[in-house]
């Protein structure tokens, strides 16, 4: 069956598809989950989503659009979130309500079938192009070359923002930049994951990574491997049972994501003091 | 002619810092308004006073992090800016109080120490061998060598506590600044880390900012007071003179009594 699978040219697209979405949206998920910032994220992926059929409505490109909705939305939630002081889940909560509820004036205003838009709803990876893929691949160059470049900065902001700040890190452009990542991520995988379903794809394979590792490399590398393998799964589960590909995909990184938070190992190490080894690797 | 930079720094040069007329707020809420400070290379200053008197906005004026809405701040011979303040960071290490952390997060102590040095080596450089070297040092010297590899969420309140002044160490700074390093900590926690930190002034020839609201839990090398109340500084001077009992008893606004034990003073209230 395996094989089967793979002799249509739409199911290894697909399969690219889930490859670069898989991975680019786990790695941003990282940055995501370790910086408890879950509601920003949601509040970015959901304007991109609510852009894209902005994009659609007036016939612009929708990527173009999704990318400039991203973007005003980190920079309007961003200063939310940094304002320590001042939780920010609510008025960013408000947020993400208005962002879905443009999204839904903007596909009750469009004319005829609306199939594009419902495709940007659920996602349609069994139908993404050589177009759609090649964005997906330089935008998964881009954030694999950046973190690479600026690990360092990365993993300080991450873990204590306020020290990064104060050792002289420009830590708010490291964390706008961040943002930033996570706008362009959600746009390229918009086609291929859809609006509604994306932010588990950034969330759960991160989540359940969270629960694996106390090492910020290691975090990564299983983030991403969690995503690609939910994404595969998912299809494989999908085409198999002829279910819709994304509601596999998502059901699948949840179910991961329970089963690794039920039986973490760290949390039985945080329970019981420190298991692992003090001395070093 | 002198610009009035070239002039503020060869006034102040000698200085670490020198506060004049500083206001400076969180949002709308003014947290310390119109302080004149000034503090000498090597200096020790402890900074007391009640909570909410301005104590830790006054350290957040000196590396930057706090928004300065009137006055001027000058650190180390150089008028803080907007353009300077991550510079000067480099310079400046900060403890700042206990926080609670994650125990689930992604760094050990090691990897959390060696923060202390990116901020010096910028964008795009490794870390270096010699700063890896330094870090085992610095471990060592903070009783910190056999927990490089824990995850930071797994530490006590004094093992952070050392981390946080390992972390600034690293740093090479030339300015210290210390925000309740002892609070919420054990007895025997508290002396070692004052221990410590006395040591590592002395060591490092810093100048030294320190915190608190408990006047016994400064170390014996801090060698000037300043008395903070409600975002005021109202006395600065040197430590003898700062062990008045009338003076002590208006800042906490309670009685507070100085006994002698062992020919150092104990307060009681």
């Known amino acids: ?281 | 002619m002198q610009t009035r930079d070239q002039f503020e720094r060869e006034e102040y040069g000698g200085m670490a810092v020198f506060l004049n007329s500083v206001t400076a707020a969180y949002g709308r809420h003014v947290a310390m308004e119109n302080v004149t400070l000034s503090v000498h290379r090597g200096d020790f200053l402890g900074i007391i006073g009640p909570n909410g008197a301005g104590k830790t906005t006054l350290l957040t004026v000196v590396n930057g992090l706090a928004t300065v809405i009137s006055g001027s701040a000058q650190i180390l011979g150089e008028r803080l800016s907007r353009r300077n303040v991550n510079g000067l960071r480099k310079k400046i290490g900060y403890v700042p109080q206990i926080q609670e952390i994650d125990p689930l997060l992604p760094i050990n102590v090691r990897d959390s120490v060696l923060v202390g040095c990116y901020g010096r080596l910028g964008f795009f450089r490794r870390v270096p061998k010699v700063f890896l070297e330094k870090t085992e040092t610095i471990l060592e010297l903070v009783g910190l060598s056999r927990l490089g590899n824990r995850p930071l969420g797994h530490l006590s309140g004094g093992e952070k506590q050392r981390v946080a002044i390992a972390r600034s160490l690293l740093q090479e700074p030339e300015i210290l600044l210390l925000d309740e390093p002892c609070a919420s900590l054990d007895w025997r926690a508290q002396k070692e880390i004052l221990l410590l930190i006395q040591n590592i002034h002395n060591r490092l020839r810093l100048t030294t900012l320190m915190v608190t609201h408990d006047l016994n839990s400064l170390p014996e090398v801090c060698t000037r007071m300043a008395f903070m109340k409600e975002g005021r500084l109202i006395w600065e001077g040197v430590l003898a003179q700062a062990l008045s009992e009338s003076r002590l008893s208006e800042l906490y606004d309670t009685g507070i009594t100085i006994a002698s034990h062992e020919g150092k003073p104990v307060l009681l209230y």
């Open chain 1, 1 to 281: 069956m395996i094989p089967e699978i793979f002799q249509y040219e739409f199911m290894q697209k697909a399969f690219a598809a889930g490859l670069l979405s898989g991975m680019s949206c786990s790695l941003v998920g990282v940055l995501v989950v370790t910086m408890r910032i879950s509601t920003v994220g949601i509040c970015i992926s959901h304007a991109g989503f609510a852009g894209a059929l902005f994009g659609l409505l007036v016939d612009l490109n929708y990527l173009a659009t999704a990318f400039v909705f991203s973007l005003v939305a980190a920079g309007v939630v961003g200063p939310l979130a940094d304002r320590a002081e001042f939780a920010p889940e609510t008025s960013v909560g408000i947020l993400f309500s208005a962002m879905l509820g443009l999204a839904f004036l903007f596909i009750g205003l469009m004319p005829g079938s609306r199939t594009s838009a419902l495709d940007l709803f659920w996602g349609s990876i069994l139908t993404v192009t050589r177009g759609d893929l090649l964005l997906l691949a330089i935008i998964a160059a881009i954030l694999l070359i950046l973190l690479l470049m600026f690990f360092k900065e990365v993993q300080a902001v991450l873990c204590h923002r306020s020290v990064a700040l104060a050792v002289g890190i420009p830590a708010g452009a490291v964390f706008y930049g961040m943002l930033i990542l996570l706008g362009a991520t959600v746009t390229a995988s918009l086609k291929s994951v859809g609006g509604l379903l994306i932010y588990s794809l950034i969330i759960n394979p991160a989540a359940a990574a969270y629960q694996v590792t106390y090492c910020l490399r290691k975090l990564f590398f299983f983030s991403a491997l969690f995503g690609v393998l939910v994404c595969w799964g998912g299809l494989f589960i999908s085409y198999v049972l002829d279910i819709p590909s994304g509601a596999a995909i998502v059901l699948l990184s949840t179910l991961l994501v329970a089963a690794l938070t039920l039986y973490s190992p760290k949390k039985r190490g945080a329970m019981t003091g420190w298991t692992g080894t003090d001395q070093r690797d």
